[in-house]
């Protein structure tokens, strides 16, 4: 339920009342996969929750968007790994 809140105040441009929510979220039920979306939905704007969500839930669907986003950020041209 407080996932479907939060989403609905994202989408009503009430950006403080979702991120209270999702915080909600966190603090009440940090082990569920509801706080995956949390730690992904504020990590938009604290990029440091992103890397826990990685931590945290390595399998969630969230969290594989995390990676790639990251991964995208990474120049075509980077021979570091090769």
Not at 15 to 27: N, V
Not at 32 to 42: K, M, Q, R, T, V
Not at 43 to 66: C, D, K, N, S, Y
Request: with cysteine.
């Amino acid at each position: 339920m407080l996932v479907l809140q939060a989403q609905a105040h994202s989408l009503a441009g009430e950006k403080a009342r979702a991120q209270e929510r999702w915080q909600q979220i966190l603090t009440d039920y940090p082990q569920d996969p509801a706080a995956a979306e949390a730690l992904f939905a504020l990590g938009e704007e604290q990029p440091q929750l992103w890397q826990q969500a990685i931590a945290t839930f390595p399998a969630h669907p969230r969290t594989v968007e995390i990676a790639l986003r990251q991964l995208q950020k990474i120049p075509n041209n980077c021979h570091c790994c090769a």
